[in-house]
């Protein structure tokens, strides 16, 4: 349960994956996901919607739009409809405590005597916090039999609220429904890009906690502007963009930045991270991150702060950098990494590296923790 086409993002994506996966592996999946996910008014994008046709994938997928966020009369009706199914269990998908009440509602009305209720959390703690946050999310722990996380420290932070919950650890798998990558001339000539310079890319929706703010005040040493290096913003700004706008001006990046404010469709991904030599996440806080998995997918190096799980993805020297969140460090791996032409080896443990990351170890988890709860 959780939001699936045409709702968009990764979360959308990965719970697409996810059903399809377990279809792969035998055990027959549906997805329930929302008729409303959040009011316009709540919501800080343009749309909420994928603008493309359904892929093949999402096409085979049995996907019922049920829940309505705010309606608690939705929630008792999706409730109901999970027990007429009657699974064997169902995973409630949490990112955020505004989803708290509905999910910890539909979790205390589902039979149990029928149906395991397991948790896949992103996060716990969020990274914006709000008043009721502690008191949302431990309603929606407590309604579960177990939970599964994709870093461990949410894992800890969710014991943190119930030590006796059941929980088990799985790293979030590849995204792979992306394409195979395209030559970088390809991709700089579909995205009007100069294939000669070495191109940066921060992807994704842009908050205050991804660190964009990190990222520009690196470019600003001296060093850094006499490379050849520009920064590739793809995704669209929930800030205000104004504050990236005075940082670029600040440091003089103005022919060094290149922006593109908009949701990056499925099928334009693979030109983005093509084009790129060095994927960048300078993050302030963060739990793991899906960009870390496409960037494993397309085996581009990647540099990462030293904040959550990033680390545990990214190890250090071998496939990208961690740094603290210091804009100097970030400017010296950034420099390291081109002036000592790092690609080919840090591509080569990329290749090694990601055969952690399949979504049949992430299956054979989400059925392991199944079985702990019924143990």
Known sequence: MGPAFPLRGGIAAHNEMLSHHL???????????????YPDFLFPGKTQFQTNEATSIQAKLDIQKKVNSINPLSWIQTANYINQLAPSFVVLRFWMPYFGMALGTIARRINKKKTTVIGLADNIIPHEKKPG??????????????????STSVEADALSFNQELKSIYAPHPIYDQ?????????ACKKLNLDPSCNYLLFFGLVRKYKGLDLLLQSMGTE???RSNIKLLIAGEYYDDETEYQQLIHQFGLQDLVISKNAYIPDEDVKYYFSAADLVTQTYHTATQSGISQIAYHFEKPMLVTNVGGLPEIVPHLKVGYVCNKDPQ???????????NNREETFK????????KYSWDYFVKKLVEIYHQCNE
């Open 23 to 37: 279809i792969q592996k035998g055990h027959p999946s549906s997805i329930v996901s929302y008729s409303m996910q």
């Open 133 to 150: 946050d502690h008191i949302l999310t431990r309603y929606y722990l407590n309604g579960l039999d177990g939970l599964m996380t994709m």
């Open 178 to 186: 992306f394409g195979e990558s395209v030559s970088k001339e390809e």
């Open 223 to 225: 060093e850094f502007q």
């Open 329 to 339: 460090e970030i400017a010296e791996s950034i420099n390291d990494f081109f002036l």
């Open 348 to 355: 080569t443990n990329l290749i090694n590296e990601k055969e």
